[in-house]
């Protein structure tokens, strides 16, 4: 299935790191703005690009990256999401 995002690449990592990534370089635009795991101790960004950001790819707790298709089914877990949010 083709979706309009299957460019993009997405990263997950710890809260504690929000403030070493560059918010030039990917397609949140601050630290208030990134989504968050239900228990608030990670994030993910995004980015377009074949290569992955500097202040990204600098992260030392980070997962993947990941596709979109691979995101979606991520935060479709309970680590993401409240039973009963949709």
């Known amino acids: 299935m083709s979706h309009t995002f299957d460019h993009r690449n997405f990263m997950i990592f710890n809260v504690s790191e929000l403030g070493t990534i560059d918010f030039n370089e990917v397609l949140e635009t601050s630290q208030d703005t990134v989504r968050k795991s239900v228990d608030e101790t990670k994030t993910f960004v995004k980015w377009e690009e074949d290569t992955t950001p500097t202040s990204v790819d600098s992260l030392t707790t980070k997962e993947g990256p990941y596709t979109y ?17 949709v």
Do not use: Q, R, V
Request: charged letters at 30%; zero cysteines; proline letters at 6%.
């Open 69 to 85: 298709d691979e995101m979606l089914t991520i935060l479709a877990t309970p680590e993401w999401t409240l039973e009963g949010d």
